[in-house]
């Protein structure tokens, strides 16, 4: 969770950043939903709905809690006992409606959270019905996104860690690598 290891049972914040790794899943429940994160997924919880940069997620729910896949939006049509999936992987997004309909909506830029609670105008997804799968092309319908694949997203910590090393590698080039006494003009 937002770049550390988390326990088995942790708080989950509106903004925070989730990611399994490889063989590992991470179960998410609120009121009314449950949000089952597969291996290799990372995700921002936004309270009322889950952003998915890349990786798999299952989704119960009895009311109506969004999964936005870029310019995707994946909406319960009824507030009632719905299953789904969304699968971002490859700049390929891939909706199962197990349980229920969904509504996949499309937008022609990455969604803000102002804009994911507002109501669809434009619907160039359509819906998914109980028992269909879909997939949507990224490339597509949100343009060329910078895409990062699993187990390569590059953690902060380590960004931080390798600045102050670099910092310390110029310092030592510039200054010298300690043990050398400095030429001045009363020792020539």
Not at 19 to 35: I, N, P, R, W, Y
Not at 61 to 90: I, Q, W
Not at 100 to 105: A, F, K
Not at 158 to 176: E, Q, S
Request: proline residues 4%.
């Amino acid at each position: 969770m937002n770049g550390y290891e988390a326990n088995n049972s942790a708080a989950v914040f509106s903004g925070d950043v989730l990611e399994t790794k490889s063989g590992f899943s991470a179960e998410l429940t609120l009121d009314g939903t449950s949000v089952l994160l597969q291996p290799e997924t990372v995700a921002k919880f936004q309270g009322d709905w889950l952003e998915l940069d890349h990786g798999s997620v299952s989704v119960a729910t009895t009311r109506s809690f969004k999964v936005v896949a870029h310019c995707l939006s994946v909406v319960p049509v009824m507030n009632d006992g719905t299953n789904y999936e969304v699968t971002d992987v490859n700049g390929n997004v891939h909706v199962a409606a197990r349980k229920l309909n969904v509504n996949v909506s499309v937008s022609g830029h990455r969604k803000t959270p102002a804009e994911v609670l507002q109501p669809q105008t434009e619907s160039q997804g359509g819906s998914v019905h109980e028992g269909e799968e879909r997939n949507y092309s990224e490339s597509d319908l949100c343009g060329g996104l910078k895409r990062t694949s699993p187990g390569t997203a590059v953690n902060p910590k380590w960004i931080a860690l390798g600045a102050a090393g670099a910092g310390v590698l110029i310092w030592v080039v510039i200054h010298g690598g300690g043990g050398h006494t400095p030429v001045s003009a009363s020792q020539p």
